[in-house]
Structures are given as C-alpha cells and as structure tokens.
C-alpha cells in the first residue's frame, strides 16, 4: 500500500469514528509520525495533502523537516517523545507544538529557550496516566499543581494535555482521565490515540490523534 492509500484509510477511520462519537466532522486532527522514516516519506504524505506531523527525536526532526519548510510553508511539526533540557533551544526552534512538557525542569528550561529564541511553540502537559514507574508524563496526582506552574508561574503557551496510555488493558480509561482533566482546566487540546487505539481515543473526545505505522508502516526496533 503506498503513504497516500494508507493515510486516506486512517482518514476514512477517523472520519466514521467522529460521526459514531456524534462529533463534528473535522473536529479532529492527524498527526502523522514520521519517526525513523526517511524524508522521501513525509515528501510523499505531504504530496498526499497531509500537513501535520510527529516526530519524537530533536536530532531526527531538526534533518528532515527546516529543509522542507520553504517549499511547504503551512506544515507543521509537533514534537512527541521524551525532551531532555540540552535540548530544548532547538526545540523550541523547529517546532510548532512540544507535546511532551513533563516536569518542572523542563518547563524552566522551555521558558529560559522560549525568551532566548524569541520563539513560542505550543505546549501540550504529558500525563503519565497509568502511574508507569518507567513511563515519561507528570503523575496523575501531580498534573493540577504542574499546570498551575507551567501555566501560571512560567507563563507558558500550554493548550493542551497528552498521553500514552499502558500498552495492556483497556485504553478507554485512561483517556476519559485525560479529557476530565483537560476540561476541568479549561484546556481545549487532547493528543491522544495512536496506530492500535485512536478510534476509543476519539470516542472519548481526542482533537489529535498520533499515527505512525498505519500511515508509514512498521518501523524497525529503534523506533
Ligand atoms: C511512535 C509514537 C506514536 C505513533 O505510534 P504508532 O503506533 O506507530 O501509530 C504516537 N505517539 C508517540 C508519543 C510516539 O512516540
């Protein structure tokens, strides 16, 4: 199956899903991870009219996507995997939306990045919903004061909040946590759901879904 037949049977997919959630058509987004796919790849997603994408390695997104942006000026990049703080100024640089805001040091350092680089990428809160000891994301317990933090104290252009639910059991659960709490914040973002999930991620209220192997196909074990 070619990148352009794949992704328009994920949007067939999401479209029935947000009718069956009795949710506007539209209402809600693809991201298409592009994570250890060559450039060719997203060249052949965006020829496909697909925009948004995922990535979830500074290093990685900063060699594919800044050489794309003159010839695709309203893609945009939305960082997903774990931040580590040296490397935030070229975050903070390439991306359109951080999805991964963490832990109170990384959000200093966004801060620090975001005033140095005069750059102010939207930020998503990860929540560690399963309470996984190896699991990046605040600790449920934790999300309503690190928001007051990062929203409050820091200043920080937080929209949103993100999760990756236990890979066993049911996901339903987990991401009815994260839209109870993004209500009772008043944040309008969801980015949850990906290739196995993405539907019940919807069916509980996602404006975002993440999907990489049902667009690009498997990846290798470095992904
Ligand atoms: C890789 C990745 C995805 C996409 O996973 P698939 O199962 O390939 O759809 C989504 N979110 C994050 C944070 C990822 O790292």
Sequence with gaps: MTIADALNRVRDRIADATARANRPAGSVALVAVSKTHPGEAVLEALA??????????VQE???????????HPAMRLHLIGGLQTNKVEEAVRIADVIESLD??????ALAAA???EGRRPDLLVQVNVGDEPQKAGIARAEADAFLRLARD??????IGLMCIPPAEGDPQPHFAWLASCAARHGLSVLSMGMSG???AAIAEGATHVRVGSAIFGARGAAG
């Design 48 to 57: 496909a009219g697909q925009l948004l994408f995922g990535e979830n390695r």
């Design 61 to 71: 997104a900063a060699g594919k996507f800044p050489a794309l942006r003159p010839a």
């Design 103 to 108: 832990r109170p040091k990384l959000a200093t």
């Design 114 to 116: 975001m005033r140095k």
């Design 153 to 158: 104290e820091l200043g920080l252009p937080v």
């Design 197 to 199: 999930d993405f539907e």
